[in-house]
């Protein structure tokens, strides 16, 4: 049909600038949780699980949607699928933001106690599940299947930029519908462990789902942030307005996803009113608890819901990165929203809140960089490449 | 398994061969101008007297009472609400296939939507009279609607019940224009083919003098752009709702966060199947093997194979959140479910609805018509118990053992069962002799050199 | 048909590119007043007739929000204004539940409608007497063929050089449309008889029908089994009784559990001596008792008691009761007065429970001691 794509004329390195910003901000960051970990280890604590579980949003999320591509057979988003290869590689770093809290799990969750244990049936009920040994032993399966499902997608990704050839994306393919049963399993998992165990007298089945509402939203706003900012400074070839289209109806039906999945957990619980399930959402709606509450209706669904409404917002790239950022920001409220009031009755914000969020940010530009200079920022060896590239709806 | 090298750099295309607008005029319109042939009788007389056995037991429920039916307490909720899920259920697929496809661009939906949108009518007419006969007293609807009554009552907008009624009569009424604004130009293209007066006077009655004029069409692509944007969230809705009938109470087994989107995974899923199922016929007898392939076929499986795990995933969390809620009644609920009475439908569900479809995963069983026809089939069963088991077993043992009881459906309970596939395989029937079962104009934009080459 | 009307000349194309181009040329040639037929949408032809984007999206935005608000207005005027009703103990604003309703209409309201709109406001339709109905060229855009029609109302029309510049774009077939000279005669139809006839009709058949369903469908019972049980039923006829009552009364002397009958009838003395006030004077007894006092005895006595009723004059004049007789009578004889009656006074024994009666005497009390305070009370 056209010209094989090539990489010529894309620029490859990443600003010295923006680079000196990513290991400013990781110092910063390293240096502000280490002093928090020595002033405050208990509130540290549940920094860091807010930051784990945002970090695997976006890491474990940009690994779903390679898996999501392949599976689809979609060609829109093949011309971007580098960059969450990129982004997926933090996946390989998970060990180094969980890794603090292995010390300090006693801060964070109520059910390690030896005393709490013996006062309390029901955490005695639930101790098969809940103890630390099979804790520590399920992050370790699932950091080693995330790791793993990464490597093989990036390792066949790569290799077809010199082989060209057609069958490594049917071995995606194939990888992919593994994936995706694992990454199901294992994101409630880590929905369960990180932010529902912490209040463990608390269930809700759709838990897991929340959290993958959210992380998928986190993971497509952090590649659309990127994919723009490469897009605008010339690191990517020219993309067509359709293939944007896409990424904003992607944020936007997953912005009434979220929404839908929120509002059914609160309906069920209120109309219900059973006591042991009502206490979760009571903790949210007193002690300044509640206008957290309602910012976070207004930033994680009003705010984008009315930005990406048009579709001509949905193509507007100024827009679209604002609202990409902003809904990271709206995912991190979120899970503070979902951890922090394990961590104290009255509302409380705290310099240490930002260590992480500093810390991740600083990472991702740092691992960003490095990855530009080793490899292509487009799958040119990919045969639906072309059709991306010229997708339309 | 061979790693064949597929063609990631075409898009297959949506029609086979590449008819010509006309021939495809001629291969659509084909049935509406025959008349039926001997095997469409026999069909339509044997889902005509399934349907007569259910007009006989409706009428029979109207002249006698509830009290023919296998319900009473604990267990007042039997057939009626299982058939009533399980039809809104069959009704998702169609609304999917036209709205959600449409807006994921998924060309392969234009050969199966009109079928599907149709189906969903259906269905949702066949789910529209269960909850009327459940009330015991057909002919006093209207107490369903918030008008003001003589005792200046209003109808209860906190009530399940009540959104029900909302959910349903808007997704009838949304689907229905949907499906006739699609008809619009197709009724359009058959007034200017018919040589037969009578049908020319209907068809230029209800395309409503259409000219397929760009300043309309222009129009109408965004109105069915803006349908479909609002009939996705609203498909999404109706099975949501419905799960909030059981989900909204402290019953144990219905209490449950999941069940929203668990719910709608299922009725896709078994929508997709009956789909699949009826399809795998019209395709057979009308010549639409181009037209609606074997690709598209295979595209449904996919779908009914992600669809069905998304239901096992929700049966594993209600498992697993059942023990580690550590709620005594909700885990004597599970494990009842899995090995109490019912312990039968719970497992022909879960073999039927998690297990079977697994099959899917070799391309030589999602591509092979028998195969698939009949996992299909076991799709619809283990969803019909799905049902079942969610609100048999759940009523049947209270919080009170003094309480408990055991359900059998009775005749009548079965025959309008039955008599609600005659009614829905007999609309079927008459939809496919007298409208398109194909969109015409959407198939024409999408075969070969059906759009400019550069636009 | 001596004096034909033309309408438009048509051309048709075979291709989508070939109509596409034509569309452009004739756009550029300056002409406004033309159309496109193709028998589905072809991409790009609202850029190549220079179309402006559909404003329809306005429209279900409106429709939606309208149906957000009325129905949010509506559900929030019936619960808290119209008919408060506590529903499972929660708020009469419950909002949550609003939100499945809410949604439902906003839904049906922004489809419904924008499509109504489109029908009617955009396309003005039903119109099935269009010039170009029934025509060759209307049946062959209809199937396969591409076709432009330029109208005779464009302000540069022109038969002859329009019908060139057809062909010189490519356009075959190319023709002129006539009007149908009866859908020109715009003559006054609404005295027709026929018409006024079909709205007659319809009047009386909507009246009718509607009057019948409201006033006698509505109140058809089809079958009655429920309410017509072969039962005894309470104050109806029945024949099962040679009395013909449906009631029965008990058997005489049957004492109803803790109604022991009066054991004083007709004997005040013995009522004073024996009779004791079971009730203590306290502020929940003498509340009671001033309520019971101001329904059933203030009306005669007066609301002080008095004797100064608002019936005084119609009936021999009821007795105050802060006379020394009636406050030196023990708490029996008033009991007994209430009971059994006195002169005119009938017995109120079945409007005033027994604890009622003895509130009422604490409350009676109360006010002749008002009536009569001493010095002491004051302190």
Known sequence: ?393 | MSTAALDYTRELPVVEGSPTAAEVDATIAAPLDQFPSRMWWIIFSIALSFFSIGVFCIGMTLYKGLGLWGVNQPVSWGFDIVNFVFWVGIGHAGTLISAILFLLRQRWRTGIARFAEAMTIFAVMCAGLFPLLHTGREWLPMYLSPYPNQHGLWVNFTSPLLWDVFAVSTYFTVSLVFWYVGLIPDLATLRDRTTNKIKKVIYSLFSLGWRHSNRHWQHYERAYLILAGFATPLVLSVHTIVSFDFAVSVIPGWHTTIFPPYFVAGAVFSGFAMVQNVLIFVRQAFNLKHIITLDHLEKMNKVMILTGSMVGYAYAMEMFIAWYGGNQFERFVFLNRALGPYAWAYWTMVSCNVIFPQLFWFKKIRRSIPAMFIIGITVNIGMWFERFVIIVTSLSRDFLPSSWGHYTPTFYDVGILLGSFGLFFTLILIFVRVLPVVSISELKAVIEGGQPSKH | MNEKHLFAVTALFDTPDEIIHAAHETTSAGYTRFDINTPYPVHGMDKAMGLKQSRLGVFALVFGLLGATSSVLFMTWVTLIDYPLVIGGKPFWSWPAFVPVAFEITVLLASVLSVVTMIVLYFKFPNNSHPLHDTPYMKKVSSNKFGICIQADDPTFNQKAVEEFLAKVGGKEIGPVFFDLEDLDHGQHIFDPKFIGVLALTAILVSGGTYFTFNKLLYMEPFSWMSAQAKLKAQRPSDLFTDGIGMRRPVEGTVARGFLPYPFKGKPDEAAKNLVNPLLPTKEVIDRGKTKFLTYCSPCHGNFARGDSRLAGQFPNPPTLHSDKVRNWPDGSIYHVITEGQNVMPSYASQISRDDRWAIIQYIRVLQRAHNAKESDLK
Request: aromatic share 16%; net charge positive.
């Open chain 1, 1 to 393: 049909m056209s010209t094989p794509v090539s990489l010529e004329g894309l620029k490859k390195e990443l600003p010295a600038k923006l680079r000196q910003v990513g290991w400013g901000l990781l110092v910063v960051g390293i240096a502000a949780i280490a002093l928090g970990y020595v002033i405050d280890p208990r509130r540290m604590a549940f920094d860091n699980a807010i930051g784990y579980l945002f970090f695997t949003s976006v890491a474990v999320g940009s690994v779903f949607l390679i898996a999501l591509e392949y599976i689809a057979g979609a060609v829109w988003s093949t011309p971007m699928r580098r960059v969450n290869e990129f982004l997926g590689s933090l996946v390989l770093l998970l060990p180094l933001i969980a890794l603090p809290l292995f010390f300090h799990l006693h801060d964070l969750f109520h059910w390690t106690h030896e005393e709490a244990l013996a006062a309390d049936k029901v955490l005695v009920a639930k101790s098969p599940y809940l103890n630390v040994s099979f804790f520590l032993i399920r992050f370790a399966v699932m950091y080693l299947l995330w790791s793993l499902f990464y490597v093989l997608f990036t390792r066949n990704s790569t290799k077809q930029d010199t082989t060209k050839d057609p069958r490594l994306t049917t071995i995606n393919v194939r990888l992919a519908a593994f994936f995706l049963p694992v990454f199901a399993i294992s994101l409630t998992l880590t929905a369960v462990d990180w932010a529902m165990s912490l209040e463990p007298h608390w269930a809700s089945t759709i838990f897991g789902v929340y959290y993958f509402a959210g992380t998928v939203l986190a993971s497509i706003s952090a590649a659309t942030v990127v994919i723009i900012y490469f897009h605008e400074n010339g690191y990517l070839p020219k993309l067509q307005r359709d293939s944007f289209y896409s990424l904003g109806a992607l944020l936007f039906a997953f912005i009434n996803f979220w929404a839908y999945i929120a509002f059914s957990q609160f309906l069920l619980i209120w109309y219900a009113n059973l006591p042991d399930e009502t206490i979760w959402f009571i903790t949210r709606w007193k002690n300044g608890w509640e206008v957290v509450s309602i910012l976070l209706i207004i930033v994680h669904f009003v705010v984008p819901y009315v930005a990406l409404l048009t579709q001509d917002s949905k193509m507007d790239l100024k827009r679209l990165k604002l609202v990409a950022i902003w809904i990271l920001i709206a995912h991190l409220l979120d899970l503070y929203w979902l951890v922090m009031p394990s961590y104290s009755e009255k509302v409380s914000l705290s310099w240490t809140d930002l260590a992480f969020p500093v810390f991740i940010v600083g990472l991702a530009i740092v691992v960003m960089a490095y990855k530009m200079k080793r490899n292509n920022v487009i799958a040119i060896g990919d045969p639906k490449l072309e059709r991306g590239l010229s997708f339309r709806l």
